[in-house]
């Protein structure tokens, strides 16, 4: 199963490119297999974005890369759509505001 990850990341498809995103569609098996990375999905694959659908009618994995959604956050540089939402910290990210709340 985690050859077809490596393979994708292989591929350079995937790059390391956090202004990336990144849609999945995967065959039955390797769709749970993925879905039990839940959020890490995201870190796994070093983008800013992944969108994981299935796909009964393929037996490989299917990787559709695309420019990410949203602007990108100063902190961390993921690209997100939550930044500018946060009237304090228009600059970051829902996620990096969380972790500076919970530092603060
Ligand atoms: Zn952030």
Not at 24 to 38: I, S, T
Not at 49 to 56: F, I, K, Y
Not at 82 to 101: A, D, K, M
Request: aromatic fraction near 6%.
């Amino acid at each position: 199963m985690t050859k077809a990850l490596e393979r994708a990341r292989q591929q350079k498809v995937i790059g390391h490119s956090l202004d990336a995103r990144v849609r999945l569609k995967a065959p039955q098996k390797l769709y749970g297999f993925l879905q039990g990375f839940g959020p890490e999905l995201r870190e796994l694959f070093i983008v800013s974005q992944v969108e994981l659908g299935g796909d009964s009618d393929s037996a490989e994995l299917t990787v559709e890369v695309g420019r990410a959604e949203g602007e990108k956050c100063q902190r961390c540089w993921v690209s997100d759509k939550s930044v500018g939402t946060n009237r304090e910290h228009p600059e970051i990210c829902q996620r990096c505001f969380e972790t500076i709340r919970g530092e603060g």
